[in-house]
Each structure stands twice: as structure tokens, then as C-alpha cells.
T-cell receptor
């Protein structure tokens, strides 16, 4: 089985722009969650989607949004980028019927200049 | 609700043991442990559910103390391949969002 795929691997944007990140979960996994990773802060939960519905949302401003499609692929959008948004964005999928184990993608490294 | 991990960093020589702790201020349903090597995705190590069960995985094991809301990861006879950042992830109830700790950087040297 292919693992969790995130695209693009690297992104460079300037302040004020918006960005869309993509995540393809493992085949059969309907739950996708997103995390922001920065040095010293660890992994901060952004949101989780299951069957196209947002189930949980972390403590991030409304500039961060996401969605999930019928094929379980998910996208995350950040509008009006700020310097502090520079981070590694990880997505993870899981098969809820087989437990809560998360499978992570390699992430998208976003740099905001 | 982010769990607190300690220590923040540890350096070991091959063959030495280490303990990484994860504490929460909230009652927990489960604790997960993941390891992330530099430039790679975090990889699942084990999950401990409410009930205090201790789990093992090769020379890596973990325990979950419900009363203290604390989990500990034990690495025995460390190998070079154990190097990486270890994260604990906690869940207050099943289906709830995960809160990950800030990580413990573990370096094993020859």
C-alpha cells in the first residue's frame, strides 16, 4: 500500500499570499488530520476530517481552513500568510476501524518571506 | 492541554538506557508514542489505552499511569537507530483530537 502523500514537498511564499497544501491518505483511510510543526512547539493540531466532515478543530485563526473530498483526499488552505506561518505541515491518516494509529506523510515545508 | 515531555534532550552512548516522560493535566483515554528522524515523517511506536497496560516493542516499552496521567517510554540497550525526536500524543477521550508534546530529542552516540 502506498503511504500518505503530501504535495508539494517545499513551498516558498511571501507575506499576504495564500497557499493550498494537498494530502492523499492511505487507501481505505477516511480520517485525515493536519498538524503544524515548528521548532520548540512540537506538533500543533490544526483539524481533522472524516468522511468530508470536519470533526475536530485546533486553536488556529480562521485563516487556516481545510476540506476533504469524497475520495478522502484533503487540502489545507492558509490565506493572508504571515511570517509565523513558516513551518512543516504534516498530515496523517488513520483507519478508525483498526484503531487510532496515525500514519504521517513527509510533510510540506512552507517558508514565508 | 499540550502534554509536557521531559527531558527535552538526552544524549546516550550505545547500550545505555533512557526514560522519556509525558505528563498531562487532563484525565487521559490514550497515549501514543511516535519517533521522528530528521527530515522524515513521525512513525508510530505504540499506543497505551486507559487501564495502565504496559506495552513492549523490541527493546522499547512504555507504561501508562492513569492516576498520575503520566506515560513513560523506556529505551533499553539503546542502538544508533534509536536517535530521533520522540513525541507523545494524548487523547482525552476516543475520537478526540490529539495533543502532542513538544518532543524529546534523543541522540545515541557510538
Amino acid at each position: 500500500k502506498a503511504g500518505v502523500t503530501q504535495t508539494p514537498r517545499y513551498l516558498i511564499k511571501t507575506r499576504g499570499q495564500q497557499v493550498t497544501l494537498s494530502c492523499s491518505p492511505i487507501s481505505g483511510h477516511r480520517s485525515v488530520s493536519w498538524y503544524q510543526q515548528t521548532p520548540g512547539q512540537g506538533l500543533q493540531f490544526l483539524f481533522e476530517y472524516f468522511s468530508e466532515t470536519q470533526r475536530n478543530k485546533g486553536n488556529f485563526p480562521g485563516r487556516f481552513s481545510g476540506r476533504q473530498f469524497s475520495n478522502s483526499r484533503s487540502e489545507m488552505n492558509v490565506s493572508t500568510l504571515e511570517l509565523g506561518d513558516s513551518a512543516l505541515y504534516l498530515c496523517a491518516s488513520k483507519d478508525r476501524a483498526k484503531g487510532e494509529k496515525l500514519f504521517f506523510g513527509s510533510g510540506t515545508q512552507l517558508s514565508v518571506l | 492541554q499540550q502534554p509536557v515531555q521531559s527531558p527535552q534532550a538526552v544524549i546516550l552512548r550505545e547500550g545505555e538506557d533512557a526514560v522519556i516522560n509525558c505528563s498531562s493535566s487532563k484525565a487521559l483515554y490514550s497515549v501514543h508514542w511516535y519517533r521522528q528522524k530528521h527530515g522524515e515523517a513521525p512513525v508510530f511506536l505504540m499506543i497505551l489505552l486507559k487501564g495502565g497496560e504496559q506495552k513492549g516493542h523490541d527493546k522499547i516499552s512504555a507504561s501508562f499511569n492513569e492516576k498520575k496521567q503520566q506515560s513513560s517510554l523506556y529505551l533499553t540497550a539503546s542502538q544508533l537507530s534509536y536517535s530521533g525526536t520522540y513525541f507523545c500524543g494524548t487523547e482525552v477521550y476516543t475520537g478526540n483530537q490529539f495533543y502532542f508534546g513538544t518532543g524529546t530529542s534523543l541522540t545515541v552516540i557510538p
